[in-house]
């Protein structure tokens, strides 16, 4: 990747945090055609750094919808991209096979892949960029707007939660995981205020208790490059499980959590890219991997569900207070 394009990404994010806003938090829910950036072909969510790329831009300009696509995507749909709209620049590594005559001489003996990747650019257009007859269908509509979830337990979530096999203490005055007993530890649910809350506390945490599952913890280069990176690390994970389940989140803006952000990307403009690609595979552990049907529009009524769950370790003895979450699938 390009050192400007790095550059701009890592810009754009700080300008972004320093007026207030935080792109991995997503304040409210306006429907089912809001949320978490989604691709109208594939129907697939955006990964790693361009989720960033694209919630940065429908921050800075206002969009609700979750829906992009590039200028043929929406012609392909019957809509039309409006005159003069500016579109959201996004990346993709491509690899190309290179064989080489060597390896043509030994046809019968395994060989690795030869070839290159090269960054490859597109350009994505959100759904409040375009015109159409069925436009609707891709986005946040004013009934939408006034979408309002009853907070109980969710049961997605609670299914979500119960498939990761963690163990989970409920009681005490605070949420942590503690790495000695492989645990982690959450208030009863009555000392949140809202569900939203709680789901982010637990969801934080056990990104925290993914960490040594998925690699994270692991490297070593990666833990001294900065101070408080598992925090950041467990606070975008846990973001990308409750946008994906569609549980808003409550932005803390004060002044300190911001600027703890905003020293940590200044000092080290590589690490933001280094954060999404772990955060990601934290996310996708706890949700059971990639989502296993592509996500529906507005109205279609179903809920999202996961390929096979991820396993925890092997199970432990049931302390007091607590309660053993195992293996599912959902």
Same mark, same amino acid.
């Given at each position: ?7 701009? #990404? +890592?810009?754009? /994010? %700080? ?10 938090? !997503?304040? @409210? ?19 790693? #750094? +361009?989720?960033? /790329? %694209? ?10 919808? !979750?829906? @992009? ?262």
């Amino acid at each position: 990747m390009k050192n400007d394009l790095r550059e701009e #990404i +890592n810009n754009r /994010l %700080v300008k972004a945090i320093e007026s207030g806003s935080v792109p991995w938090r !997503r304040p @409210w829910i306006c429907g089912p055609n809001a949320g978490t950036p989604v691709n109208i072909e594939s129907q697939k969510r955006y990964r790693g #750094i +361009n989720t960033w /790329l %694209v919630d940065l831009t429908a921050i800075e300009r206002g969009y609700l919808s !979750r829906w @992009w696509g590039t200028y043929k995507q929406w012609q392909e749909r019957g809509c039309q991209v409006r005159k003069g709209e500016v579109g959201t620049r996004i990346i993709k590594y491509k690899f190309v096979k290179q064989e080489s005559e060597e390896n043509q001489d030994n046809e019968n003996e395994a060989q690795e892949d030869a070839g290159y990747c090269f960054l490859k650019h597109f350009t994505v257009f959100n759904a409040e960029q375009v015109d159409g007859e069925n436009i609707d269908r891709w986005r946040v509509t004013e009934d939408q707007t006034k979408y309002v979830q009853e907070w109980n337990d969710e049961p997605l979530a609670e299914a979500v939660i119960e498939a990761t096999g963690a163990i989970i203490n409920v009681g005490g005055q605070a949420a942590y995981y503690d790495p000695n007993t492989d645990a982690v530890s959450v208030p009863i649910k009555g000392r949140f205020e809202t569900a939203a809350d709680y789901y982010a506390a637990i969801f934080h945490e056990l990104a925290h208790w993914s960490e040594s599952r998925i690699g994270f913890s692991s490297d070593e280069k990666l833990q001294k490059r900065i101070y408080g990176l598992g925090e950041l690390f467990a606070e975008i994970a846990g973001c990308y499980v409750c946008n994906d389940l569609r549980i808003p989140d409550r932005i803390d803006n004060s002044a300190a959590y911001l600027e703890g952000w905003l020293e940590i990307l200044k000092a080290d403009k590589q690490l933001i890219f280094t954060i999404s690609k772990w955060s990601n595979k934290a996310a996708d552990f706890i949700l059971g991997g990639e989502l296993e049907q592509p996500i529906e529009q507005a109205n279609h009524g179903e809920l999202l569900r996961t390929k096979n769950a991820p396993t925890g370790k092997a199970a432990k003895p049931k302390p007091e207070g607590a309660y053993l979450i195992r293996s599912a699938r959902l």
